[in-house]
């Protein structure tokens, strides 16, 4: 464990994150904004808002760089604060990507892993984009606007996945239905999952929504934060 101090502030970083951050500055993460909504860095967290679904093109991505993150076992960590939601399966929170999407209307087929929001639950959402082969489905647990969740996404092989949301920062107090697992991962998606991303992924138009982010980290090559 490593001590630094950024703007007189006392930070603890955890020197087994392969990646971590707590958005004091912009400098680790590309924004763009195409198709409305508005994203931005300030005052500590990353602040997203999408007028509709098909805010696609607006989103903050981070490159974890080519052939870093493991193809089996990964653990992603980070806060999220929603403070409102409305319907839509597409109202994807954190992913990982192997695809660096530009544009509202670009044509594009990745492989990506992460959860969604729909209708008061959190949900799974995966594809193997070269065979376009989709799958997810609910993971029973429900959240709502106006909360903070720690939220903890494990790869723990190729096809599974683990989840888990908790209402404490120190990743202890699991919400009713957490932890979930799902071992329906499509068997093409094997693609490198460098890019880590906030937004949408298309979807149906009148679906707003305003949520922020904070204290991310990624643990490569295993199942659990240390």
Known sequence: MTIEYKDSKRIVLDTSATFEDDFANGNNWTLSTVGGGSIAISSGSLTFTAAQ?????????????????????????????????SGGINHHLMTMSSVDVAGAT??????????????????????????????????SISVSAGNTYYIELARTAQGSLKLSIFSDSSYTTHLTNSPATFTSV?????????????????????????????????????????
């Open 53 to 85: 679904e098909y805010a696609e093109g607006t989103r903050a991505k981070h490159d974890m760089g080519s052939g870093v993150v493991n193809s089996t076992t990964w653990t992603m960590r980070y806060k999220w604060s929603p403070s409102s939601l």
């Open 106 to 139: 670009a044509s594009y087929n990745p492989d990506w892993i992460g959860v969604s929001y729909l209708n008061g639950v959190i949900q799974w959402v995966t594809q193997a984009g070269a065979s376009s082969t989709w799958a997810g489905g609910s993971t």
């Open 186 to 226: 499509p068997s093409g998606l094997t693609d490198d999952l460098r890019y880590m991303t906030v937004g949408c992924w298309g979807g149906s138009a009148n679906k707003p929504r305003t949520d922020s982010f904070d204290d991310v980290k990624f643990y490569n090559g295993v199942t659990s934060a240390p």
